[in-house]
C-alpha cells in the first residue's frame, strides 16, 4: 500500500506532496520539524514537542501551524499505518514527524509522515571530533538542515557503531548525534548542559524529571570525553528510543547490567509515565 502523507490540511498520496523547488524549506532546508512516538492513537509529551516546534518557527520567521492543526495532522497519518504494521516493535508504535517547510516571506508548507517503528535495541557509542559551532543561530532549534547529523550516523556505522558523540565548541561532550546523552556514576546521573550545544529534548526533560520523583540525583554539567569512557552507565534519550542502554564506547563493553541500575530503573519509571500520561490524537 503506498504510504499517505499529510500536507496543508489534506492527506494525499506520498507521490502527490510535491512542493515548489525554488521554496527556501527545499533548497536551503529551511525549516523545523518534530519527531513523536505513537502506541495505540496515543502519544506521550504532545504539547510539549508542539511548543518546542513553534517556538522553533519563531525562530526561523517561519509562519507557526495552530496546535489543533498539529495534532490533527499527526492523527491522519498515523492511522493510516494501522493495520499494516507488519515488522515494527512490539506493542504497535509508529514514528510520527510533523515538518514546517519554509515557502518564502514567512510562509511555510506543514507536511506529517508515519512509518511503522522497528525495535529499540542497545546503543553502541562512536567518539567523533565534530564540535557544535559556537554562537549558533540554530542552537536549541530542531532544524530540517540535519545533514551533519546523518554524516555522523553514517560515520558511526561504518566504525560499527550505532550512534556518535557530538562535542560543544568547548570540547565536552555535547549529545549523540540523534539523541540526547546521560552518564551514571556512582549512583549520580549527569547530562550535558544546554549551553553545550545540545538540543534541549522533550525525552530529557521527562528523564530529569523523572529522576527528581525515583530520589534519583541528577545534575546538568559539563561531561567530558573521559567521563564518558569511566561511566559505569551510559544511556540515550529521545522519544522515540525514550530511553535507551549504551552497551559500548568506541567498541569499549560498559559494565552495567541489562535489567539492574540506574538506566533499567529509569527506564521502567519513563515507560509508565508514558503509559499514564500520553494523550490521544
Known amino acids: 500500500m503506498e504510504r499517505q502523507v499529510w500536507l496543508n490540511g489534506r492527506l494525499c498520496r506520498e507521490a502527490e506532496a510535491v512542493l515548489p523547488a525554488v521554496w527556501p524549506g ?12 505513537s502506541e495505540g492513537g496515543r502519544v506521550f509529551r504532545l504539547r510539549e514537542h508542539y511548543e518546542r516546534l513553534a517556538e522553533g518557527c519563531g ?14 495532522a499527526l492523527g491522519a497519518v498515523e492511522r493510516t499505518v494501522e493495520g499494516a504494521m507488519e515488522g515494527a516493535m512490539e506493542g ?20 506529517a509522515v508515519a512509518v511503522p517503528m522497528e525495535a529499540v535495541g ?18 536549541g532549534v530542531k532544524a530540517s538542515s540535519y545533514a551533519e547529523n546523518v554524516l555522523l550516523q553514517w560515520e558511526a556505522a561504518k566504525a560499527g557503531g550505532t550512534d556518535a558523540v557530538v562535542l560543544g565548541p568547548d570540547g565536552t561532550v555535547a549529545e549523540a548525534a540523534m539523541s540526547n546523552l546521560f552518564v551514571v556514576r556512582e549512583g549520580v546521573v549527569t547530562t550535558p548542559l544546554l549551553a553545550s550545544g545540545c538540543l534541549p529534548g522533550t525525552m530529557r526533560a521527562v528523564v530529569v524529571e523523572t529522576c527528581g520523583l525515583e530520589g534519583i ?65
Open 26 to 37: 527545499v533548497v536551503h532546508g529551511l525549516g523545523v520539524f518534530e519527531t513523536l512516538r
Open 122 to 139: 542497545e546503543a553502541r557509542l562512536v567518539v567523533t571530533g565534530v564540535r557544535r559551532a559556537a554562537g549558533s543561530l540554530l542552537a
Open 92 to 111: 504497535g508504535s509508529v514514528r510520527l514527524r510533523f515538518s514546517v517547510l519554509g515557502a518564502g516571506d514567512g510562509k511555510a508548507a506543514w507536511l
Open 59 to 72: 525562530r526561523l520567521g517561519l509562519e507557526v501551524p495552530g496546535y489543533g492543526d498539529f495534532r490533527e
Open 217 to 281: 540525583e541528577c545534575r546538568e554539567g559539563p561531561v567530558t570525553v573521559g567521563d564518558l569512557r569511566r561511566a559505569e552507565e551510559v544511556f540515550l534519550t529521545s522519544s522515540v528510543r525514550r530511553v535507551q542502554r549504551v552497551a559500548s564506547v568506541d567498541g569499549d563493553e560498559l559494565p552495567s547490567a541489562r535489567d539492574e541500575g540506574v538506566t533499567a530503573r529509569l527506564a521502567r519509571a519513563v515507560e509508565a509515565r508514558a503509559a499514564a500520561e500520553a494523550v490521544r490524537l
